[in-house]
Nanobody, 127 residues
């Protein structure tokens, strides 16, 4: 049974940082591209960042580029999202997701192409 468990969310003031983690089990982690998505109240879920299965490929939404960094540790089956310079607009439930890897040089930003999802962790940024 595949499980993706996010942690690290919380309440922070604008300008501060948080690091989210996503612990994966029940799958061969290094065979999957991984992504972070978020859903703010009243809005649709949106792409945040993705990383290829060996970590050589990364892609970010324009809204987080330069502030967020996605990374992974395949030895620990864990995905990370370091979020710096947080803004109130970053307030959302953050989800990690796994997508079967086809290419080592690409990871999709489209949520329909992700096979497994975590339950989410709340991030709230106060002004």
């Amino acid at each position: 049974q595949v499980q993706l468990v996010e942690s690290g969310g919380g309440l922070v003031q604008a300008g501060n940082s948080l690091r989210l983690s996503c612990a994966a089990s029940g799958l061969t982690f290094s065979s999957y591209n991984m992504g972070w998505f978020r859903q703010a109240p009243g809005k649709e879920r949106e792409f945040v960042a993705t990383i290829g299965r060996v970590g050589g490929y990364t892609s970010y939404a324009d809204s987080v580029k330069g502030r967020f960094t996605i990374s992974r540790d395949n030895a620990k089956n864990t995905l990370y999202l370091l979020m710096n310079s947080l803004k109130p607009d970053d307030t959302a439930v953050y989800y990690c997701a796994a997508s079967r890897s086809i290419s080592i040089d690409y990871s999709t930003p489209f949520e329909s192409e992700y096979n497994y999802w975590g339950q989410g962790t709340q991030v709230t940024v106060s002004s």
